[in-house]
């Protein structure tokens, strides 16, 4: 369960373990785009260094993994991943945030949601991999689906988006 995450290479992006340099005003930015934000209750907050900077810390001496998400092409910062490692359990829950927003729709989730989901279970000691995200959200619904896993609850009307009750959708998949 311990296995160590250090860089992952594919076609459009590189992973890499996000650090204190990563912590940049874009990233700070992302986080504040109500765009960007719009499926997520990072929209109920504003962030700044020192938040972010603390969220950072909040991985240190754990199993979970904080991700930097780059363009392969050029090194660009084009967003972020964590999977939150449950050892005793051998669960992992996944999201993911392209906050860069003209990358969206060009297949850079995708690939780095399929290059980490993959690596975690095939290496990271992942038996059960899990993720989650309100049903309106249809590229991160389809992003989920593409990547093998299956829905495995609704949550039904639980959050309000916009002022009105939607359903979050829980998706699982499993290493064998
Ligand atoms: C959700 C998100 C990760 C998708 O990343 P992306 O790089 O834009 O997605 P991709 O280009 O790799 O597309 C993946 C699939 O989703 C589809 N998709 C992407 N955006 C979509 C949208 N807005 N509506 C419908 N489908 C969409 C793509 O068409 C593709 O499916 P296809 O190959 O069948 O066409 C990205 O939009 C994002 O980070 N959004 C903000 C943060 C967020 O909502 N994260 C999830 C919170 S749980």
């Not at 495995?152 to 009105?164: L, S």
Request: proline residues 2%.
């Amino acid at each position: 369960m311990t296995a160590r995450f250090r860089e992952l290479r594919g076609q459009k992006v590189v992973l890499r373990t996000f650090g204190a340099d990563d912590v940049s005003e874009a990233y700070i930015g992302w986080l504040n785009n109500p765009e960007v934000t719009r499926f997520s209750n990072q929209r109920f907050r504003t962030h700044d260094r020192a938040s972010c900077e603390a969220y950072l810390a909040s991985f240190e001496g754990s199993d979970n993994l904080f991700v930097s998400v780059r363009d392969a092409a050029d090194g660009a910062a084009v967003g972020t991943m964590t999977a939150y490692r449950n050892a005793h359990h051998g669960t992992c829950d996944v999201g993911i945030m392209i906050g860069q927003r003209d990358y969206w729709g060009g297949g850079y989730g995708q690939e780095a949601w399929d290059l980490l989901t993959g690596w975690l279970l095939s290496e990271g000691g992942v038996r059960k991999l899990t993720a989650g995200c309100l049903a309106p959200n249809k590229g991160m619904v389809r992003l989920m689906e593409r990547s093998g896993m299956h829905l495995e609850a609704t949550r039904k009307r639980h959050e309000i988006v916009d002022g009105a009750p939607e359903d979050i959708v829980l998706y699982a998949r499993f290493a064998d």
